[in-house]
């Protein structure tokens, strides 16, 4: 049995090598996922918000194998909302999966099958255990683009659509300077 290898700049999180794929979601992509809508609708549509690289050297759903990812959050607002990801569950709950900051700053947003939400702040060098039945989703508070290494079961999926359709039962807003969990009504 051969091993699949890939490069991983561990200064920046870039992905190099064979089987590297990703997406790029822009304000355009995110619509419905911030609070204030006109407010996302005044940003240029093409602002890149992040950016993300997977390498999976097994096909998806095969259970035993690893994905291997970075996503890269630009900083921003949209109102008092920062730049963040879609947020998901996985599709099979039970699964875990492990962040790595590697550049910026941010809050890994975390909510548990009860809609408990908590965040836990994104430093370099800061490794985040994300347990299985937890939805979660990132913000960037800072000023630099927010560089994160993911590890996750090939069998997990990402069910990005229950999120979309019932949110957080909290936003992470500025509120005065500081990044703040708000209960959504």
Same mark, same amino acid.
């Given at each position: 049995?051969?091993?699949?290898? #890939?490069? /991983?700049? /561990? ?11 990703? /997406?790029? =979601? &822009? ?12 407010? =996302? ?5 093409? &602002? ?25 959050? +630009?900083?921003?607002? /949209? ?17 875990? +999966? ?10 890994? #947003? ?76």
């Amino acid at each position: 049995m051969a091993s699949t290898q #890939i490069k /991983v700049d /561990v200064q920046t999180g870039e992905l190099s090598g064979d089987k590297i794929g990703g /997406v790029t =979601r &822009t304000v355009d992509d995110l619509k419905g996922l911030f609070r204030d809508e006109a407010a =996302r609708q005044a940003l240029d549509p093409h &602002t890149v918000v992040y950016r993300t690289q997977e390498f999976a050297p097994v096909p998806a759903g095969q259970e035993g194998g690893l994905f291997w990812g970075t996503t890269f959050l +630009e900083p921003g607002r /949209v109102g008092d909302e920062y730049f963040m990801t879609k947020g998901h569950h996985h599709t099979q709950r039970s699964r875990a +999966e492990f962040y790595l900051t590697v550049t910026g700053s941010g809050a890994l #947003i975390l909510m548990d099958e009860k809609r408990h939400t908590v965040f836990a702040p994104m430093r370099p060098g800061t490794l985040h255990y994300i347990p299985g039945n937890t939805a979660h989703r990132v913000a960037n508070t800072g000023d630099t683009v927010l560089a994160f290494l993911a590890c996750w079961p090939s069998d997990s999926g990402h069910n990005y659509e229950i999120i979309a359709s019932h949110g957080f039962s909290a936003r992470l807003r500025d509120v005065g300077g500081v990044p703040t969990l708000v209960e959504e009504p």
